[in-house]
């Protein structure tokens, strides 16, 4: 095996590795959701206790991608390419934090009846799960247009997330004796819009390895 195919080998072994800890984060973001929308506290405590594997993956991936940079010297895309492997898979172990955040606050509502803005909370969970698989389809393809349809449902994420922080304030002030459930679906929400945000990094990122330069796709 010549040095370059030993390169694209070990390269193409970090991408394997890299969505098989994507479609995990992606996962227990999902189930996390299902979780609190069935009131399942076993599930939840899964959630909770697989987020273990999916931060060793990380782990396991930025030391095989470091290494395989000191090794090899890589430059121009090769070097890009492992550089958004790195910073696409911290991007994903925290959306798999984000679901251990929803599980817990599932843990906290227990069995009461869920509020009204769920309904919004689940397409918003809808909406940022899709972008995250979007996302990492279009990283591995490098297809741009893919990418480009990600910052389009941002847009819609982030006003979801606008009307269900209003539906709940509007709330509060109806019935004050349910302000903490009130303040655990504004956490929630609030952990869907940022997952939402990450898959608008991916693309980011893919434009970044695609053309060498940095794009905001939230303006």
């Not at 996962?27 to 069935?38: F, I, Q, T």
């Amino acid at each position: 095996m010549s040095v370059r195919e030993k390169f694209d080998y070990e390269l193409h072994s970090a991408q394997e590795q890299l969505i098989t800890l994507s479609t995990m984060a992606i996962d227990a973001l999902d189930k996390s959701m299902k979780a609190l929308v069935a009131h399942d506290i076993d599930q939840a405590l899964q959630v909770i206790d697989n987020d273990a594997h999916i931060n060793r993956l990380e782990e396991d991936l930025n030391d095989q991608v470091i290494l395989l940079i000191a090794k090899q010297s890589p430059v121009a895309t090769d070097l890009r390419r492992l550089i958004v492997t790195i910073k696409v898979a911290s991007d994903m172990e925290r959306v798999g934090d984000y679901a251990v955040n929803i599980a817990k606050e599932t843990i906290r509502i227990g069995q009461q009846d869920l509020l009204e803005p769920i309904n919004k909370i689940q397409h918003m969970h809808e909406l940022a799960t899709s972008m995250l698989r979007q996302g990492i389809d279009a990283l591995i393809e490098e297809d741009v247009e893919k990418a480009k349809e990600i910052a389009d449902l941002d847009d819609e994420v982030d006003d979801l997330y606008g009307e269900v922080i209003r539906l709940l304030f509007q709330h509060s002030a109806k019935a004050p004796e349910q302000l903490s459930q009130v303040t655990q679906l504004a956490f929630i929400s609030r952990y869907m819009e940022r997952s939402a945000d990450y898959a608008t990094n991916i693309a980011e990122q893919l434009f970044y390895l695609v053309r060498g330069r940095h794009y905001d796709l939230n303006k």
